[in-house]
């Protein structure tokens, strides 16, 4: 399975933006960057997911490098319910078994300061 | 409406007891997932369903047995509780198929499992 290096930690200033890194350098052609958070005492949820291109939603904004051996997450406005565990994904895209499943790594808890 | 939803919430039991957690979708997915995440917080995969098959079954003792009697549903049963299974179980599903596309997963918001 391709592996994510996420940093363990950071920390943000409410109403700052934030740019939560991730790196796969073995990332193949076909793996799908997905990005889910976990707040406290709940489940994961999705936050976004691209291939090649940049992408935006109404909860944050996906960019990724050209060689897609890295990415970054980021929140245009960091509030205080954004503090949580980010987890930077790859997941296959394949009909396989491999594609059936997420593989969660330690992930980044972000802090936010009032 | 809830998207997952799991029964119950939390769960409090003697070792060695039998129990059940119940999960139900109504997003019309097709896969279905069961996660463990364990006190230091890792998130693990136990078992997914694709269209009520079993799809991929990760190293979890005999004593966990899943059951998926249609799409929109996927119970897990576990037998002979252990202290070591004390740990928030999360429910998920998702369209499974992905030869051109991915999509995301949806998570219940969890059971907590408590085996004294």
């Known amino acids: 399975d391709a592996k994510t290096t996420q940093p363990n930690s950071m920390e943000s200033n409410e109403e700052e933006p934030v740019h939560l890194p991730c790196n796969h350098s073995?990332?193949?052609?076909?793996?799908?960057i997905h990005w889910y958070r976990q707040l406290p005492s709940q489940g994961p949820e999705y936050v976004i997911h691209g291939l090649t291109s940049n992408v935006n939603n109404r909860m944050a904004s996906l960019a990724i490098a050209e060689d897609r051996k890295s990415s970054t997450l980021i929140l245009h406005r960091a509030t205080l319910r954004d503090a949580a565990v980010y987890y930077c994904i790859l997941r296959p895209s394949y009909s396989g078994a491999g594609s059936y499943q997420l593989t969660f790594g330690k992930g980044t808890k972000l802090s936010v300061i009032p | 409406d809830t998207a997952v939803s799991q029964t119950p919430k939390y769960l409090v039991t003697q070792m060695g007891n039998d129990k059940s957690i119940k999960c139900e979708q109504n997003?019309?997915?097709?896969?279905m997932y069961w996660y463990k995440q364990d006190s230091k917080k890792f998130l693990k995969i136990m078992f997914s369903?694709?269209?009520?098959?079993?799809?991929i079954n990760e190293t979890v003792p005999n004593r966990f047995s899943p059951k998926s009697p249609d799409k929109a549903h996927l119970n897990l049963h576990i037998n002979s509780l252990e202290l070591g299974d004390s740990a928030v179980y999360f429910c998920?599903?998702?369209?499974?198929?992905?030869?051109?596309?991915?999509?995301?997963?949806?998570f219940g918001s969890g059971t907590r499992l408590t085996v004294v």
């Open positions: 073995t990332i193949s052609g076909t793996d799908y």
């Open positions: 369903y694709n269209n009520k098959e079993l799809i």
């Open positions: 998920a599903s998702s369209q499974g198929r992905t030869v051109r596309e991915s999509y995301g997963y949806t």
């Open positions: 997003l019309g997915h097709d896969t």
